[in-house]
Nanobody, 128 residues
Framework: QVHLVESGGDAAQAGGSLRLSCVGSGYTTSSSCMAWFRQAPGKQREPVAGIYGGSGSAYYADSVKGRFTISLDNAKNTVYLQMNSLKPEDAAVYYC?????????????????????WGQGTQVTVSA
């Protein structure tokens, strides 16, 4: 059974940094698509970054490109989201998701694909 647990959400000031972690079980990150999504109050959930575990290649939303970095530790079955230069508009609940053994194995596909397995979310707040 696939299980994902996020952590690392916190309150930060604009310009600050946070690192989110997502520990997975029941699948292998090295053969999976992984992604981070976020959902702000009153808004739809949106993808932030996707990564294919077999290559480590990543794809980012334009709104976070150059500020956020998604990475994997396959030995720990963990995906990270390093968030730098935070802005108030980055405040949201952040979710990680996985798609084990995807048919398309590249970062862009992992960014766009539909995910069935989700974590419970972790809250990020950013004050101006």
């Amino acid at each position: 059974q696939v299980h994902l647990v996020e952590s690392g959400g916190d309150a930060a000031q604009a310009g600050g940094s946070l690192r989110l972690s997502c520990v997975g079980s029941g699948y292998t990150t090295s053969s999976s698509c992984m992604a981070w999504f976020r959902q702000a109050p009153g808004k739809q959930r949106e993808p932030v970054a996707g990564i294919y575990g077999g290559s480590g290649s990543a794809y980012y939303a334009d709104s976070v490109k150059g500020r956020f970095t998604i990475s994997l530790d396959n030995a720990k079955n963990t995906v990270y989201l390093q968030m730098n230069s935070l802005k108030p508009e980055d405040a949201a609940v952040y979710y990680c998701a996985t798609y084990p053994r995807p048919p398309l194995r590249d970062a862009y596909a992992c960014y766009l694909t539909s995910y069935s397995y989700w974590g419970q979310g972790t809250q990020v707040t950013v004050s101006a």
